[in-house]
């Protein structure tokens, strides 16, 4: 089975903080995704990446930069928290050759006081 | 801008009723996949459709692609309080997900 696992089911914030959420799938995907979720609105693609060392832009990257210096890990950074990011963050992976699929983690609800 | 229109965006019923959830786009998809999430945890993938008109079923639920695949739809029969989560569709587009808002359902024993 496809394990994705994420750092932190929830967490709380300032306004201003850097804030790490980090996401870790053991099954070799080349691809993994970093979303936001919000009531009505979905999921919105915020970036992700196709191999290590490797990062796209989403619809909504303002704000956010990620990382990915190992195959299974994928980094979600808020160089400065607001308000306005305070939202369930989803990462999700992909295999490769299985189509459009993709697996995800529990989620990371943050709240941004 | 590829978009997925997702209807209804709530849905409240009781068991033992039937209902429907429809995704429409004026866009082509290689794929629609439908997820269902529960409350705190990601989205887990019910099934997806990748031929025109291709119809699959899953115990009470029957997923449908249109023969264009621009739209799909979920249909449960008897829906049991089980049922109860948020679906959502999903078109596949140069390997990316486009989205739809989702449906949340409630069924009340």
């Known amino acids: 089975d496809v394990k994705v696992t994420q750092s932190s089911r929830y967490l709380v914030k300032r306004t201003g903080e850097k804030v790490f959420l980090e996401c870790v799938q053991d099954?070799?995907?080349?691809?993994m995704f970093w979303y936001r979720q919000d009531p009505g609105l979905g999921l919105r693609l915020i970036y992700f990446?196709?191999?290590?060392?490797?990062?796209e832009k989403g619809d909504i990257p303002e704000g956010y930069s990620v990382s990915r210096e190992k195959k299974e890990r994928f980094s979600l950074i808020l160089e400065s928290a607001s308000t306005n990011q305070t939202s369930m963050y989803l990462c999700?992976?992909?295999?490769?050759?299985?189509?459009?699929?993709?697996?995800f983690g529990p989620g990371t609800r943050l709240t941004v006081l | 801008t590829q978009l997925l229109e997702q209807s209804p965006q709530f849905l409240s019923i009781q068991e033992g009723e039937n209902l429907t959830v429809y995704c429409n786009s004026s866009?082509?998809?290689?794929?629609l996949q439908w997820y269902r999430q529960e409350p705190g945890e990601g989205p887990v993938l019910l099934v997806t459709?990748?031929?025109g008109g291709e119809v699959k079923k899953l115990k009470r639920l029957t997923f449908q692609f249109g023969d264009a695949r621009k739209d799909s739809s979920l249909h449960i029969t008897a829906a049991q309080p089980g049922d109860t989560g948020l679906y959502l569709c999903?078109?596949?587009?140069?390997?990316?997900?486009?989205w739809g808002a989702g449906t949340k359902l409630i069924i009340k024993p």
């Open positions: 999700a992976s992909r295999p490769p050759g299985k189509g459009d699929t993709q697996y």
């Open positions: 099954m070799d995907h080349e691809n």
């Open positions: 990446s196709y191999d290590v060392k490797m990062k």
């Open positions: 866009s082509v998809f290689s794929s």
């Open positions: 459709v990748v031929t």
């Open positions: 999903a078109g596949g587009s140069n390997y990316q997900l486009i």
